[in-house]
């Protein structure tokens, strides 16, 4: 598996044979983004999300606004490629 995390991440499945197919998706900034459309939500980088998630890591369950966007965005990402 390849994955480039850029304006999009792309996930890349490679075998013996070569390129096998794979998925694209919103980056992380344009996912966080999307957010800022919500009322009274606020915008986030992804190096909030970054540092954010070593730290949270190990609770999946959000406790605040802050904490529901941040690991909604990680674990989407986490989810789709672990089940690849």
């Known amino acids: 598996m390849l994955i480039d995390a850029g ?3 792309t996930i890349d499945i490679i075998s ?3 390129l096998e197919g794979g998925l694209v998706l919103p ?4 996912m966080l983004k999307t ?3 919500g009322h ?3 915008d986030f980088t992804v190096d909030e999300l970054t540092s954010f998630m070593e ?3 190990d609770d999946p369950i959000a406790h605040s606004t802050k904490e529901a966007i941040l690991k ?3 674990q989407m990402v986490s989810s789709t ?3 690849l």
Do not use: A, M, P, W
């Open 81 to 83: 490629i672990s089940r």
């Open 7 to 9: 304006t999009f991440i």
């Open 27 to 30: 980056g992380f900034n344009l």
């Open 35 to 37: 957010y800022q459309d």
């Open 16 to 18: 013996s044979n070569g």
């Open 72 to 74: 909604g965005v990680y």
């Open 55 to 57: 730290l949270k890591e």
């Open 40 to 42: 009274l939500l606020n």
